[in-house]
């Protein structure tokens, strides 16, 4: 009875892989920025990652970079999770679940929800490990040529430390299979790490 139940549940994934799609990611980063905060001291990274995404909504993803800290480099691996869910007036949902984890330190974890309409995006972030409440808005515009213009805010707010905004500016362009970005990122938090500073990713996508 249980090896009947094992290949039925079998043919039931093979069945719905075929409606499931990967894709993988690899790019480079002149300066790998998160929220505001440079993850790489000034230098640049080598990240990639591979996405699942279903007919049903579900997604799934894994995602590295190198990063450094104090002069000590580390490598970065994020894991994520969530569904996609249309709501009327073309107003998508997103709910999941991340997880960073370090080599060299402690993990973090977060849950997110956000709302979507057209290129408007609003997300909220909860963390557990370290308390944080993370709240954003994206903007997307297009522009001639293929460009895009991408405008971002960001408010953190911890438990135990210090709040602060964040903000960025891209413009991006595909070309020759490539997706090219040039960000300007600045905060108002007074750190080192945190101040103004531009970086640009090159990326490829399949």
Known sequence: MKKK????LFILA?????????SFNLGATSDYVWRGVTQTEGDPAL????????ASGFYLGGWASNIS?????DIEVDFYGGILVPLPNDVELDLGYMRY?????DAEDEVYAGLSWKDIEVKYARGFEVNWHYLEGNLALPLPSDFELGLHFGRFDFDDDEDYNEWKATVARPWKGFDFEL???DTDLGI???DARASFTVMKTW
């Open 183 to 185: 960000a300007f990122t």
């Open 5 to 8: 139940v094992l290949s039925v």
């Open 14 to 22: 093979l069945g719905g892989s075929l409606f499931a799609q990967f």
């Open 69 to 73: 800290f104090d002069g000590e480099s």
């Open 101 to 105: 984890e370090y080599m060299d330190s």
């Open 192 to 194: 080192e790490g945190a």
């Open 47 to 54: 990240q990639g990652g591979i996405d699942w995404d279903h």
